[in-house]
């Protein structure tokens, strides 16, 4: 009786390990995906073409991860309407609900074929059977309609900024008693203290200090640690130092090479550019706004 009640423990023991190891394989979806759920919620919104998924991902190629927003859910992914190939992350991601969270196996190789071998991470070996691995958490879903509404939005409030941009900096030269005439080209040069070597010209190498802010004094770059401190922006790891570059080698903004050319060396100025000499129409980054004229504040350290 003993060895009876000892063979049906061992076979409800394998029983227990075969359900867990059947759980952590993955399934295969109609056209190709390999998937496995580790959070169900049938009753979650699901996606639809040209949808952004918002939520949780972490990217892997095999045991190393390349992405993780994992704590700071964001727009993850579009739904497009085809896949590039079998077994896509697309089919995937449409079998989503808000409140799901799953893993996709993709084979490397697939992608592997629609990239240039510099967009692949450095551990990728072609032919090695290699899987990328995406754990994706879904929070909430932007609808296309929505994202519609939001463009037809920007689209309005950029021309707003277009529109009030003269007058904007027009207020702004107004209320810091800029006398000085503006440039050809709408730039103003404000000259606070004339240096007395060499000259900026093209294909001359000049080191320059810089901090860069919008009207409003947000600092959006700087090259001064101090700066930085002052505006709580200081980026870790950063070594804070002048910008040396070969005038006419490195592209800048119209502004900036308007700005310093003739300048000597020691000269401290102050740049007021509109947008068209800065980034104008297209922004840069998540501070500079289409539309947003710049002031810099540059020391021209040498010139050589």
Not at 87 to 102: C, N, S
Not at 256 to 279: F, H, K, N, R
């Amino acid at each position: 009786m003993k060895k009876l009640l000892l063979i049906a423990s061992m076979a409800l023991t394998c029983a227990a390990f075969m359900t867990a190891c059947n759980s952590n394989k993955f399934k295969q979806g109609e056209n190709g995906i390999l998937y496995r759920f580790e959070t169900v919620n049938p009753d979650g919104e699901t996606p639809n073409v040209g949808d952004l998924l918002v939520g949780e991902l972490v990217l892997r190629l095999e045991d190393d991860t390349l992405f993780t927003n994992v704590g700071t859910p964001d727009r993850i992914f579009q739904v497009a309407e085809n896949c590039m190939f079998k077994g896509d992350i697309q089919e995937g991601l449409l079998m989503m609900h808000t409140g799901d969270k799953a893993i996709f196996k993709i084979p490397a190789d697939s992608i592997g074929n629609f990239m240039q071998p510099s967009q692949m991470p450095p551990m990728y070996e072609q032919g090695k059977g290699q899987f990328f691995y995406y754990e994706i958490a879904l929070m909430d879903i932007v609808t296309k309609d929505e994202l519609a509404q939001e463009q037809a939005n920007f689209i309005e409030e950029m021309e707003q900024r277009k529109n009030s941009e003269p007058t904007t900096l027009a207020q702004y030269i107004t209320d810091n008693n800029i006398t000085v005439k503006p440039t050809k080209s709408g730039l103003y040069i404000i000259v606070n203290k004339k240096g007395d070597g060499p000259k900026v010209a093209a294909g001359k190498k000049v080191s320059i200090n810089y901090t860069g802010r919008l009207l409003d004094g947000t600092l959006f770059d700087t090259s001064r640690e101090a700066d930085a401190k002052e505006a709580d922006k200081v980026q870790q790891g950063r070594h804070y130092e002048p910008i040396s570059y070969v005038v006419g080698e490195q592209p800048m903004i119209k502004g900036w090479e308007e700005g310093i050319m003739g300048q000597p060396a020691g000269s401290d100025i102050t740049l007021v550019m509109p947008s068209e000499l800065a980034y104008g129409g297209r922004g840069a980054g998540k501070d500079i706004l289409p539309y947003s004229p710049l002031v810099f504040n540059l020391t021209i350290e040498s010139v050589e």
